[in-house]
């Protein structure tokens, strides 16, 4: 069975940074695809941030030039720094790993960011 837990998310100021981290555990599971979601109160879960394991990356336009993801294929671990961390980013924000064939899609418990005076 393969399990994502996440790490990072807490308390942070606007202007701040948060890195938010995701393993991936479960033997012979190799995602085609990593990334981050996130959903606010009241809203619908959105795509943050997402990888290909080659390396292709795309964000949500009000995260770009603000957040990065990355990845670590050895490990199956994707992080997400977050820089000039703004209050509407506060959001429960979940681990996301997918893989094509066969399909199957994984998502993590999340972890919550607040950004906050």
């Known amino acids: 069975q393969v399990q994502l837990v996440e790490s990072g998310g807490g308390l942070v100021q606007p202007g701040g940074s948060l890195r938010l981290s995701c393993a991936a555990s479960?033997?012979?599971?190799?995602?085609?695809?990593m990334g981050w979601y996130r959903q606010a109160p009241g809203k619908q879960r959105e795509l943050v941030a997402a990888m290909s394991g080659g390396g292709n990356s795309n964000y949500a336009d009000s995260v770009k030039g603000r957040f990065t993801i990355s990845r670590d294929n050895a490990k199956n671990t994707v992080y997400l720094q977050m820089d000039s961390l703004k209050p509407e980013d506060t959001a429960v924000y979940y681990c996301n790993a997918h893989r094509v064939w066969p399909p199957v899609t994984y998502w993590g418990k999340g972890t919550l960011v607040t950004v906050s005076s």
């Open positions: 479960g033997s012979g599971f190799s995602p085609n695809t």
